[in-house]
């Protein structure tokens, strides 16, 4: 997108943030990065935190455009399991490089995917027949088969259906990490390769969810019906002299 990754910038939000949001000076440090320009969820910002007692740098996304000045609550960060791995630098300068890189692949996944997850609000609303609203909740309530990239997900109310984008666990010295859309009811949730056809995706789920529910029916009504024989059988036994 159009805005830069200034290193010096963000190096004096970074010590904003490491004493105005997350732990104590000491123990580690903190890095943010902004990403902005979003077509879906127009900003957020990453986080990438590091601890010696933790062994990671991890990463964290959080909606809107955060800065020195910002206090962070834990609930306020989302958990992205892509993390830098500077280790084979040979020095600070290489250091600074593989920052660079590695956060900019990270950045380009995050525009990548909200720009799709953007793509499929027109197809969702059309082939659902109903409302589709954009929800930037951190916790979507529905178990996914995968993490969460963007704290962002399109909703439709009427069909108890979420679609957020995904991405696998991988360090950001590996590259951008494998991206998908997931479709996600109450028990049913499948993901999609980034590149696929929304409209094809949608279908499938639907057709796939409607299939689910017949499945699921049957079985409840397989249920009831052996429970009611066993009060029948129960009801008898009780009755016989």
Known sequence: MDEQFDRSHEADEAEALLRRALLDAGAGAAVALRVSGLPLSQAVTVIFHGRRDLGTIQTYVTPGRRGA????AADELM?????????????????ERLYATQAGTLRDALVGADTVLDIWRAPLAELTGAAVDVDRSLELGLPLPAHRLLPTALVSPERSLVVTAVCGARTLAEGRPPLGIACAQQ???????LPDDPARCIEDFLTTATAHAHEMNARLEHAEASVERFLELNGEESAAP
């Open 69 to 72: 000045g910002h206090q962070l």
């Open 187 to 193: 028990d049913l949730a499948r993901v999609y390769p």
């Open 79 to 95: 958990r992205v399991p892509c993390d830098l791995d500077l280790a084979d630098a040979e020095d600070r300068d290489e250091a």
